[in-house]
């Protein structure tokens, strides 16, 4: 049986400070673009904060993009829609949209190993976070095909312009899309049933 030894439970106040130096931490961290393996270990610790808070932190996909877009920590009173996330991921450099998918992907790895079977762990907040997560892949990736859709078809042989989108999805958004993607589904399937 686990005790909540450092009454992190207790404080509400400590639970938001707590929070705040991670997300701080990790905006800095995937802008700064060259940390890739303590990126990983604090996507890890962001994990174990979520499956630690619970209710307190319900949005941690939401939270994690907001802030990333912002280039800065957004207080969970102040999150916007994420419809309008979602939109201004397209004016974003694509290692802050990276910077949130490598988070979903660690959330539902780690969850993974802290739940007693595969499924239970992929609902990780079925209500919320699983569609937040859904959205956020679906938009990254639907934007990546009508890109690349785009310069196919918009190709203009006699001038050899091409059109194309703010954000540069690179191939290290895309492979943690495609990773991140049919766990996400499941996730959301089993939420629903």
């Not at 920590?73 to 829609?81: E, G, T």
């Not at 539902?108 to 937040?132: H, Q, V, W």
């Not at 956020?136 to 042989?157: A, I, R, Y």
Request: charged share 15%.
């Amino acid at each position: 049986m686990l005790r909540d030894i450092d009454d992190i439970g207790a404080d509400d106040g400590m639970k938001s400070n707590l929070l705040e130096a991670l997300v701080v931490s990790y905006v800095r961290l995937v802008l700064a673009d060259d940390a890739s393996f303590v990126l990983q270990k604090l996507c890890s610790t962001l994990t174990a904060l979520h499956h630690r808070l619970g209710l307190f932190w319900p949005l941690p996909v939401r939270h994690i993009l907001a802030s990333l877009i912002n280039q800065g920590f957004v207080p969970q009173s102040s999150l916007p829609d994420l419809p309008q996330m979602i939109l201004a991921i397209d004016r974003i450099p694509a290692k802050q949209a990276q910077g949130a998918v490598r988070f979903l992907l660690t959330l539902i790895e780690d969850m993974g190993t802290r739940t007693t079977t595969a499924m239970e762990s992929l609902a990780f907040n079925p209500s919320s976070s699983c569609l937040d997560a859904v959205q956020l892949l679906d938009h990254c990736l639907g934007q990546f095909w009508q890109n690349e859709h785009t310069q196919v078809t918009n190709h203009s042989p006699s001038n050899g312009t091409l059109k194309t989108y703010p954000t540069v999805y690179d191939p290290d958004l895309i492979r943690l899309c495609l990773q991140a993607l049919p766990v996400c589904y499941l996730s959301l399937a089993h939420s629903i049933l």
